[in-house]
């Protein structure tokens, strides 16, 4: 079967580690070029080095999604060093788990922040780079959270189900032009509990998540299974989660 992720030009903001992390090497190890944003620039180095040592190719640039700049200059350095850009995957994202009556507005905005508006901004980068090319592919990170309602998620399951009205109606509106694909993923062992600012959830989160999370190598395949589909295949979405959660 044809490698249909070799050469291909994949940028993707998150990708310091967990699920961004394991997605830049398995795709590198499959052939992609891979342009890596994120805000913390010495895992991004030593990711990047990794990846060269083992005869992929790589970059990395500090990116903080909620600023559109700099979510522009990483597609602007895939074109600089590539020559395009094929996927664009919308991994970065951060939750902060409370009531809604606890009212912390701050959250509530960090979350809008750089959950939606810092896929937005991908997006924005991204398009008119697939349109002037005429192909391309979207991926957005979404998660089983807005799937699934429950008390303390309430507005980052809605971050995360903006973001799936927004990756249909892309796909939608694309007419064959570029692919879209919204990745759910459930308990997935990464730092995403580890950042939780209200401590009784982070750690019933975290316990969880100890007790049944998927590798993040098991996302990082379902996206990469996306990609290496022929362009005529637009592989909508995947809920990929432990057998045992609910």
Do not use: C
Request: aromatic share 4%.
């Amino acid at each position: 079967m044809k490698n249909g992720i070799k050469d291909k030009v994949v940028a993707i903001t998150g990708a310091s580690s967990g699920i961004g992390k394991a997605t830049a090497e398995i795709l590198a190890a499959q052939g992609a070029k891979v342009i890596l944003g994120a805000r913390r620039t010495d895992q991004l180095k030593t990711i990047v080095q990794t990846i060269e040592q083992n005869g992929g190719e790589a970059a990395f640039l500090e990116v903080d999604v909620s600023r559109r700049e700099d979510v522009a200059k990483l597609t602007s350095l895939a074109l600089e060093r590539f020559g395009r850009l094929d996927v664009m995957i919308n991994n970065a994202g951060i939750s902060q788990l409370y009531k809604m009556e606890e009212l912390d507005v701050e959250s509530w905005e960090q979350m809008i922040d750089v959950n939606l508006k810092g896929t937005l901004y991908g997006i924005a980068a991204a398009l008119p780079i697939f349109k002037g090319q005429g192909s391309g592919h979207i991926v957005n990170v979404i998660s089983t959270a807005g799937i699934s309602i429950v008390p303390t998620m309430g507005v980052y399951a809605g971050t995360k189900n903006a973001v799936r009205t927004i990756s249909q109606a892309l796909r939608q509106e694309s007419q064959g032009r570029w692919r879209v694909t919204g990745i759910s993923p459930g308990y997935v062992a990464t730092e995403f509990a580890s950042n939780i600012k209200n401590e009784e959830v982070r750690n019933t989160i975290q316990q969880n998540a100890d007790q049944m999370a998927v590798p993040a190598e098991a996302i990082a395949g379902a996206i990469a299974y996306a990609i290496e589909q022929p362009d005529n295949v637009d592989v909508g979405d995947i809920v990929i989660r432990p057998t045992v959660q609910g």
